[in-house]
């Protein structure tokens, strides 16, 4: 069995660099952040909580810092910074451990286990860097990762400081995300993109072609 599996997963990517997102794709911790979302609004009505958890799920790779601040326009509450800091705050409170204690993809972390010498592997995130880093560092596989890069820097640029401080080929590049932000990120810094398929992202599995996978085990 287990060499099956380090036969299947060696040929899961081709390629030396590997970006991850976290959230849907390491962790099984959509969720956690669903759930906090609708925790923090649901004061303000079944009518409030239920578009923010419709809008959260179908925008999974969007920052909580761009989505607060759009959440409490919603719900006719302050968006300014005070207001925006004290959210960010319960938010991160609701969600860390949560998410930590959240399931493993599937084959994940025996994928970064088996092929971490041989590959090179980033994770490019919609968490905030520090809370992400504490993250990381409770699970013990900050080991695996040659770079970690966390909210507010944008998916996009972040995947480029990345290629640009690695003088990575982009032939020779992938990212594995689970939402639209992640497939973005990819596409705009011309490297290949595999969508890691949820119950979530049924909408972009029928509107993207590209490789898609279900977990780390064989694809």
Avoid at 24 to 41: D, P, Q
Avoid at 56 to 70: A, F
Avoid at 96 to 113: A, F, R
Avoid at 199 to 204: A, D
Wanted: neutral net charge.
């Amino acid at each position: 069995m287990n060499i099956k599996t380090t036969v299947n997963q060696a040929s899961l990517f081709h390629e030396k660099y590997i970006f991850f997102d976290f959230d849907g794709v390491i962790k099984e911790s959509v969720a956690v952040k669903t759930g906090a979302f609708v925790s923090l609004f649901h004061m303000f009505g079944g009518d409030i909580a239920i578009r923010i958890k419709q809008h959260h799920e179908e925008n999974g790779g969007i920052s909580r810092y761009e989505k607060i601040p759009l959440y409490l326009g919603w719900a006719g509450q302050e968006t300014s910074s005070c207001e925006v800091n004290k959210y960010l705050y319960k938010f991160s409170k609701l969600v860390k451990q949560e998410v930590i204690q959240s399931n493993w993809v599937p084959g994940i972390l025996s994928y970064l286990e088996k092929q971490s010498e041989s590959k090179t592997f980033f994770v490019i995130t919609a968490t905030p860097q520090e809370e992400i880093e504490e993250i990381i560092n409770a699970l013990e596989i900050k080991k695996y990762f040659e770079e970690i890069i966390g909210a507010p820097i944008k998916k996009t640029f972040a995947v480029k400081e990345v290629l640009d401080k690695y003088l990575i080929d982009v032939d020779n590049a992938v990212m594995v995300g689970d939402s639209s932000t992640d497939y973005d990120a990819a596409i705009m810094n011309n490297i290949k993109f595999i969508l890691r398929k949820t119950k979530l992202n049924q909408r972009l599995q029928k509107k993207l072609q590209c490789k898609m996978i279900t977990d780390f085990n064989n694809g």
